[in-house]
């Protein structure tokens, strides 16, 4: 009997460098994916959150669940730079996450940075 199709969430089990943004999503190791991602140290994953939503507590589950391997994390807000919420930057403090939201641009610029200085980074990055 056949299994049919399968769907599975989007995750690169990896790190890796972003080489290409925009068009509504980014392009990392050989692949693109469209839509928002999070690099964290188990991999790049799928996020499902766009521009005009909030930047809830709840979006950052999977960051705050690794947050043991993780010293900065890098919010690319989309085109415009939008400040965190208090109760997230409050949860990232207290597991000593330094956060800096930032437009995608200049995040996955300083992402690309810090993971070649193979420094303990995350980033949550919002595709435009």
């Known amino acids: 009997m056949g299994r049919g199709i399968e769907i599975r ?18 392009r990392f190791a050989d692949m693109s994916h469209r839509g928002s991602i ?42 415009s730079i939008r400040p965190l919420p208090a109760g997230l930057k409050t949860a990232l403090r207290e597991l000593d996450i330094s956060s800096d939201p930032m437009s995608t641009g200049a995040a996955v610029r300083t992402f690309n940075v810090m993971l070649a200085e193979s420094r303990a980074v995350a980033a949550a990055l919002i595709a435009v």
């Open 38 to 79: 999070l690099c964290l140290p188990s991999g790049i994953h799928g996020w499902d959150v766009t521009e005009d939503q909030p930047l809830e507590k709840e979006l950052f589950e999977k960051v705050l669940a690794e947050a043991g391997d993780i010293e900065f994390l890098l919010v690319g807000t989309g085109s």
């Open 9 to 26: 969430e989007a995750h690169f089990p990896g790190r890796a460098g972003i080489d290409a943004y925009g068009n509504g999503g980014f």
